[in-house]
Nanobody
């Protein structure tokens, strides 16, 4: 089994910054892709950003391009989401998601979520 623990959320004023972290732990596993999603009240969960564990360019939803940066620390099995120039519409619960292989099986794993609230 693999556990994803995300953290770093909080309350911030518009224009401020937050850095989310998500650490994967467990028995021997291989990470292929790590992603961040978010879900605002009354809305569906939406993709925010993704990064391949082996390298390559990250991906972002259009509304966060230029403001959010996803990065990884392979040695720590940790993915980060640096969020700058935050807007009230960024308010949501943020979830990390990992495409992870254990043995011969690749599954999606989810963190428990961390609340981000941006005040105007």
């Amino acid at each position: 089994q693999v556990q994803l623990v995300d953290s770093g959320g909080g309350l911030v004023q518009a224009g401020g910054s937050l850095r989310l972290s998500c650490a994967a732990s467990g028995r021997t596993f291989t990470i292929y892709v790590m992603r961040w999603f978010r879900q605002a009240p009354g809305k569906e969960r939406e993709f925010v950003a993704a990064i391949n564990w082996s390298g390559g360019s990250p991906y972002y939803r259009d509304s966060v391009k230029g403001r959010f940066t996803i990065s990884r620390d392979n040695a720590k099995n940790t993915v980060y989401l640096q969020m700058d120039s935050l807007k009230p519409e960024d308010t949501a619960v943020y979830y990390c998601n990992g495409q992870i292989q254990i043995g011969g099986t690749t599954l999606d794993y989810w963190g428990q979520g961390t609340q981000v609230t941006v005040s105007s």
